[in-house]
């Protein structure tokens, strides 16, 4: 199983990123994905979550009208779309899969994409 995560960077507040995240060893359309975050000293944060068929999304009040979660089944991949952004919003991201194998509840997590935003 794998989840790598790309797209991340050093960019000027205001400005946009779209994150990546790659996933292959499971059945990707059948997990729920989210993306977290965690700042320097701070503990990790849900960022925005999207169900297995995309029929639903959620986001943390930080980040709504600014982030956009979406997924494409057929690739295999979640994205997070980031516009205007903040130096509050600099952190590690990291996407997460989380579904059931089996008869068990199994969560997957990337190694996560540095994201700075600063001027």
């Known amino acids: 199983v794998q989840l790598v995560e790309s797209g991340g960077g050093l960019v000027q507040p205001g400005g946009s990123l779209r994150l990546s995240c790659a996933a292959s060893?499971?059945?990707?359309?059948?997990?729920?994905m989210r993306w977290y975050r965690q700042a320097p000293g701070k503990e990790r944060e849900l960022v925005a979550a999207i169900t297995s068929a995309a029929g639903s999304t959620n986001y943390a009040d930080s980040v709504k009208g600014r982030f956009t979660i979406s997924r494409d089944n057929a690739k295999n991949t979640v994205y997070l779309q980031m516009i205007s952004l903040k130096p509050e919003d600099t952190a590690v991201y990291y996407c997460s899969a989380s579904g059931m194998k089996g008869s068990w509840y199994t969560s997957y997590w990337g190694q996560g994409t540095q994201v700075t935003v600063s001027s």
């Open positions: 060893g499971f059945t990707f359309s059948s997990y729920a």
